[in-house]
């Protein structure tokens, strides 16, 4: 079974920062795109940015020039690094990794962490 647990949230003020982690494990033989999204109170689940495991990026609108993902691949770790934190930017924000495990190298399955809390004060 994979797990992907994040950690780095929290509560800040408007223009801090905050840098969320993201490990992958369990029986992984290798793990492809990695991605952040993040849900915010009443909404929808939003798609924030990813990285593969060349370290090729793609960001939302939204969060590019603010927000950086960057990746160590042997640790099976995501980073986001956070910056001028909004109001809006209140959310629970989820890791989401592709990845394939020793039964097939060539299916790829995925995974989803259980969220962690990040609160901008207004």
């Known amino acids: 079974q994979v797990r992907l647990v994040e950690s780095g949230g929290g509560r800040v003020q408007p223009g801090e920062s905050l840098r969320l982690s993201c490990t992958a494990s369990g029986s992984i033989y290798r793990v492809n795109d990695m991605g952040w999204y993040r849900r915010a109170p009443g909404g929808e689940r939003e798609f924030l940015a990813t990285i593969d495991n060349r370290g090729t990026t793609k960001f939302a609108a939204s969060v590019e020039g603010r927000f950086t993902i960057s990746r160590d691949n042997a640790k099976k770790t995501i980073y986001l690094q956070m910056n001028s934190l909004k109001p809006e930017d209140t959310a629970v924000y989820y890791c989401?990794?592709?990845?394939?495990?020793?039964?097939?190298?060539?299916?790829?399955?995925?995974?989803w962490g259980q969220g962690i809390q990040v609160t901008v004060l207004s």
């Open positions: 989401n990794a592709f990845y394939t495990d020793y039964s097939d190298f060539y299916k790829y399955l995925e995974a």
